[in-house]
């Protein structure tokens, strides 16, 4: 595996979450409750709010492990599964890089 170029993918994915990331924060703003949209608009506003907030957990905690990759990449451990010490397949690895588990143990 070349580790430079997952360096470059781990980057670029790290680019465009934090991007992701900071459009979802706008949009998870608090429903006021002064604003005249009534009562069942007001509910879907509250219910897609939820939805938008879930959402920005999972990317952020997608960030923090690409974040970790990208740290741990040099470190002679990457690529091996935290759980079963087996090496992790490359392309979950490509698809994955925030993974620190093998399909199995994941």
Sequence with gaps: MDKK?????????????????QELKEMANPVAPDNAIGRVSRMDAINNKSIV??????????????EYALQNLSNPEF???????QPIPEGRILLM????FCVKCS
Aim: glycine share 4%; net charge positive; proline share 2%.
């Design 5 to 21: 170029t997952l360096e470059s993918q781990i980057k670029d994915r790290i680019a465009k979450i934090q991007i992701e990331v």
């Design 53 to 66: 907030e879930a959402s920005l957990r999972n990317l952020e905690n997608k960030l923090k492990g690409l």
């Design 79 to 85: 690529g091996y599964c935290a759980k079963c010490k």
């Design 97 to 100: 890089p925030e993974s620190r």
